[in-house]
C-alpha cells in the first residue's frame, strides 16, 4: 500500500489541486486513459482546528485512498505492498485532476465525496521504478447470468432469487472487467431461461450480449447446501463463454450460520458476488500483466475505406495503456502506415486491440498494398478476415529493450 509520509500541513496540496481541478472540463475528451486512472466515490470525513483545515486534510486523505485504489485495480496486492511510501507532495505530483461530487462542512469538519484522475505516466514510473508489472488492458464488458440452485431447482428470473438481487445491488466496483447483470425485464425472459444459461446456449447468450452491448457471458451458479453442523453453505460454479466456448471456470465455497448472517456487514450472497467478482478481476489481471521495462515495435499498415476510419483507428490505439506511442509512416487514399510502439508481449496486444474492436494480423502478399513485406503487419477495424488468421502463433516482433 502507499503508506502515509510525513505529517505536515498540505497547503500546497489543496492550491495544486484547485489548480488541476479548473482543467477537468478541458481534459474531459482527451482520449488517453483516463478511466483506468480515475477513481470515483472516494469518501472522506476529516475533523480539524478549522473547515479549512478539515477540507485540506480531506483531500490530501482522498487522494492517497484513490491512488491506492488505482494501484491495486492495476497491479497485484503483494506487489503493490511493497512499493514505497510516498509524500503527500508526490502523490499530487501524479494527480491530473479531481471533482468534488459532494461535500458538507461544519465549523471544523468536512464530508466529501470525491474523484480523482491520475497521470499514466508516473502511475507507470512509479510501477517500474520498483520492479512491479502491471495490467493495463480493460476488458469489455461482460455479461453476467445469476442462477440459484436450491433443493433440485434452478432459477434465473423467477422469484425469489437472493443471488441474483445480491448482484444487481452490488456496490460499483474498481476492476477492469466491468460486469453487466441484465435488469430481468420481458426480453431478457424470453432470450434465455436457467436450463439454457446452464447448458451455454451460444444463441441466448448472442442474443442477450446485443441487447447489453457485452462480449463474453459468464453464467455464475450459486448452489446452496446445508452443513452437517446446521450451517448454509454457498457453492459457486461458474463459467465464463466466448463464442459458445467455455474459457474461465471460477469455483468456491462459502458457509454461514444463516443466509443472512454478516460478515463485515455482507450476507452469504453479497460475500459471494464479491468473491466471484474479486476471482474474475484478478484472473484478468494475472493474464495481462506486463513489464513496463521492455518495449516491443511493429509496422502496421491500416486499410481505410474513409478518413473516419483512420480517425477511429488512431483514437482507439490512444485508449490503449500498453500502447506507448504511434507514429504516422504515410497517409494514403486507401491504406495508411503506423510504427506502434507498445510494452507486453503479442498475445496481450492482441487480446488489447480486441477489447477496442480491432484486430491485427500478419500481412499476406495478397494484400492490396505493393510495399508490404514479411515484417509487417494489418491492422483493421473489426474481426481479421478468415483467410488473413495467421496458422502459426503470432510471432514476435522486434524488441528494444529500454534501461
Request: no cysteine.
Given at each position: 500500500m502507499?503508506?502515509p509520509g510525513?505529517r505536515?500541513r498540505?497547503?500546497l496540496v489543496?492550491?495544486?489541486?484547485?489548480?488541476?481541478?479548473?482543467a477537468?472540463?478541458?481534459?474531459?475528451?482527451?482520449?488517453?486513459t483516463?478511466?483506468?486512472?480515475a477513481?470515483?466515490g472516494?469518501?472522506v470525513d476529516?475533523?480539524?482546528?478549522?473547515?479549512?483545515a478539515?477540507r485540506?486534510?480531506?483531500?490530501?486523505l482522498?487522494?492517497?485512498?484513490?491512488l491506492?485504489?488505482?494501484?491495486?485495480?492495476l497491479a497485484?496486492?503483494?506487489?503493490?505492498?511493497?512499493l514505497?511510501p510516498?509524500s503527500d507532495?508526490e502523490?499530487?505530483?501524479?494527480?491530473?485532476?479531481?471533482?468534488?461530487?459532494s461535500?458538507r462542512?461544519s465549523?471544523?469538519?468536512?464530508i466529501g465525496?470525491?474523484?480523482?484522475?491520475?497521470r499514466?505516466?508516473p502511475?507507470?514510473?512509479?510501477?517500474?521504478r520498483n520492479?512491479v508489472?502491471?495490467?493495463?488492458?480493460v476488458s469489455?464488458?461482460v455479461?453476467v447470468?445469476?442462477?440459484?440452485?436450491a433443493?433440485?431447482d434452478s432459477r434465473l428470473?423467477?422469484?425469489?432469487?437472493?443471488w441474483r438481487?445480491?448482484?444487481a445491488?452490488r456496490?460499483?466496483v474498481?476492476?477492469?472487467v466491468?460486469l453487466?447483470?441484465?435488469?430481468g425485464?420481458?426480453g431478457d425472459?424470453?432470450?434465455?431461461g436457467?436450463a439454457e444459461?446452464?447448458?451455454?446456449d451460444p444463441e441466448s447468450f448472442d442474443?442477450l450480449?446485443?441487447?447489453y452491448?457485452?462480449g463474453?457471458?459468464?453464467v455464475a451458479?450459486a448452489q446452496?447446501?446445508n452443513t452437517m453442523?446446521?450451517?448454509?453453505?454457498?457453492?459457486i460454479?461458474?463459467?465464463r463463454y466466448?463464442?459458445?466456448?467455455i474459457?474461465?471456470t471460477?469455483t468456491?465455497?462459502?458457509?454461514?450460520d444463516?443466509?443472512t448472517?454478516?460478515?463485515?456487514?455482507?450476507?452469504?450472497f453479497?460475500r459471494?458476488?464479491?468473491?466471484?467478482d474479486?476471482m474474475?478481476?484478478?484472473?484478468w489481471k494475472r493474464?495481462?500483466?506486463v513489464?513496463?521495462?521492455?518495449?516491443r515495435?511493429?509496422?502496421a499498415?491500416?486499410?481505410?475505406g474513409?478518413?473516419?476510419d483512420?480517425?477511429?483507428?488512431?483514437?482507439r490505439l490512444?485508449?490503449?495503456?500498453?500502447?506507448?506511442d504511434?507514429e504516422i509512416?504515410y497517409?494514403?487514399?486507401?491504406?495508411g502506415?503506423?510504427r506502434?510502439?507498445?510494452?507486453?508481449?503479442m498475445?496481450?496486444?492482441e487480446r488489447?486491440l480486441a477489447?477496442k474492436?480491432?484486430?491485427l494480423?500478419?500481412?499476406s502478399?495478397?494484400?492490396?498494398?505493393?510495399?508490404?513485406?514479411a515484417?509487417m503487419?494489418?491492422?483493421r477495424?473489426?474481426?481479421?478476415?478468415v483467410?488473413?488468421a495467421p496458422?502459426?502463433?503470432s510471432?514476435?516482433?522486434?524488441?528494444?529493450?529500454v534501461?
Amino acid at each position: 500500500m502507499v503508506l502515509p509520509g510525513p505529517r505536515r500541513r498540505v497547503t500546497l496540496v489543496l492550491s495544486a489541486l484547485a489548480l488541476l481541478a479548473t482543467a477537468l472540463a478541458a481534459s474531459a475528451g482527451r482520449a488517453q486513459t483516463n478511466d483506468l486512472f480515475a477513481v470515483r466515490g472516494i469518501e472522506v470525513d476529516v475533523t480539524a482546528e478549522s473547515a479549512a483545515a478539515a477540507r485540506e486534510a480531506a483531500l490530501a486523505l482522498g487522494q492517497r485512498k484513490a491512488l491506492d485504489r488505482v494501484l491495486l485495480r492495476l497491479a497485484l496486492a503483494e506487489d503493490v505492498a511493497r512499493l514505497p511510501p510516498l509524500s503527500d507532495a508526490e502523490i499530487t505530483q501524479m494527480v491530473q485532476d479531481f471533482q468534488v461530487e459532494s461535500e458538507r462542512t461544519s465549523a471544523v469538519r468536512y464530508i466529501g465525496e470525491l474523484t480523482f484522475r491520475f497521470r499514466a505516466e508516473p502511475v507507470r514510473r512509479l510501477f517500474e521504478r520498483n520492479g512491479v508489472r502491471f495490467a493495463g488492458i480493460v476488458s469489455n464488458p461482460v455479461l453476467v447470468l445469476p442462477v440459484l440452485t436450491a433443493n433440485g431447482d434452478s432459477r434465473l428470473w423467477d422469484d425469489p432469487n437472493p443471488w441474483r438481487n445480491a448482484w444487481a445491488e452490488r456496490p460499483a466496483v474498481d476492476g477492469l472487467v466491468p460486469l453487466v447483470v441484465p435488469y430481468g425485464d420481458l426480453g431478457d425472459v424470453a432470450a434465455v431461461g436457467a436450463a439454457e444459461a446452464l447448458a451455454g446456449d451460444p444463441e441466448s447468450f448472442d442474443e442477450l450480449a446485443e441487447r447489453y452491448d457485452t462480449g463474453d457471458t459468464i453464467v455464475a451458479e450459486a448452489q446452496l447446501r446445508n452443513t452437517m453442523d446446521g450451517r448454509v453453505r454457498l457453492n459457486i460454479a461458474a463459467r465464463r463463454y466466448a463464442a459458445g466456448v467455455i474459457q474461465q471456470t471460477y469455483t468456491d465455497s462459502l458457509v454461514a450460520d444463516s443466509l443472512t448472517a454478516g460478515e463485515g456487514g455482507a450476507t452469504l450472497f453479497e460475500r459471494g458476488v464479491k468473491r466471484l467478482d474479486e476471482m474474475v478481476q484478478e484472473e484478468w489481471k494475472r493474464a495481462n500483466l506486463v513489464s513496463f521495462g521492455i518495449e516491443r515495435t511493429l509496422i502496421a499498415t491500416v486499410p481505410v475505406g474513409q478518413i473516419s476510419d483512420w480517425v477511429a483507428v488512431r483514437k482507439r490505439l490512444a485508449d490503449i495503456a500498453i500502447v506507448r506511442d504511434t507514429e504516422i509512416l504515410y497517409l494514403m487514399r486507401n491504406e495508411g502506415r503506423l510504427r506502434v510502439v507498445f510494452v507486453g508481449d503479442m498475445p496481450q496486444l492482441e487480446r488489447a486491440l480486441a477489447q477496442k474492436d480491432l484486430s491485427l494480423s500478419p500481412a499476406s502478399a495478397n494484400h492490396s498494398s505493393s510495399l508490404i513485406s514479411a515484417e509487417m503487419w494489418v491492422l483493421r477495424l473489426g474481426s481479421a478476415p478468415v483467410d488473413a488468421a495467421p496458422q502459426q502463433p503470432s510471432p514476435t516482433p522486434p524488441t528494444t529493450i529500454v534501461n
